[in-house]
């Protein structure tokens, strides 16, 4: 590396989301950007502006949120070992907050343009059982669901199309690929996970609440077909609560499994264009919650 040049990380976050205002910095609010930047700044003396994979509403959870972010050199802790700055950065930050790993990067990584994928998975209490303890990151319903039905409807919203019934896009470019939407049940929990390559606003919260629609019998999976193509907001624009969802995994070339590059499959960059980098086509924001 040459003399002078930044000292780059990436890293992986996980942070309960109940006490944020959502992940990106807000003016007088309270965010996982500010209170990690606040905390970098305090080891090095320097102004550390961080860099995240996907924006989380207020109350969304994470455990494979990834950051990246540079230190200068010439700062407090620019030659510090990464294990070891994970090791005081955890000192510094609060409970709900943490970085569960950090490793040397390029200076040209880009979290949120680099990946190829990021899976959410949100979870759902049903027949009126109640856990005080997961209040805050499980939702509570008294009903039970039908999950062959639920099942049916998410198969329907698979693949790419025009998705502006399930969000927003500041830019206007509403067209994702979807590629896995998948349901679990074990017992009276029902896990949803969401796949694909970005997400619109409240994307993966509209899906929840329109599944929770067809799982109560309100919606058919021929229904919500037909109000996809139809472009306008499903359910007036209701999303399920924030609490139940994670922001599970970001997904990049070199650190897939083979499930999941089974699930973002078509994403590998073609020859010749530098591993990871999205196309320069690819929606600027990403921010599925």
Known sequence: MPTGAPRCAQGVLEYDGTAFAGSQVQPNARTVQGVLEEALNRLTGER?????????????????????FCLPRRVRGERMRWQELQRRLNGLLPPDLAV??????????DPRR????????????TGGRSRPLERHSVLEIGETLDVAAMRS??????????????????????IRHLREVTLRRRGSMVEVRVTADAFLRRMVRSIVAVLLAVGRGKLTAEGVTALIEGRRRML??????????????VLYVNTRTPREAKASSGSVPKEGRRPGRRPSARPEQEAGT
């Open 153 to 174: 409807a998410a198969a329907a919203l698979v693949g790419e199309r025009d998705f502006a019934a399930l969000g927003t896009d500041e830019h206007g470019r509403t």
């Open 114 to 125: 680099d990946a190829v994928a990021r899976i959410y998975r949100y979870r759902i209490r």
């Open 100 to 109: 569960r790993s950090l490793r040397s990067a390029a200076p040209g990584f």
């Open 236 to 249: 007036d624009g209701r999303a399920a609560p924030a609490r139940g969802l994670t922001l599970e995994k």
């Open 48 to 68: 550390v502006r961080i860099r995240l994979a996907g924006r989380t509403d207020a109350g969304v959870h994470a455990t494979g949120q990834v950051v990246a």
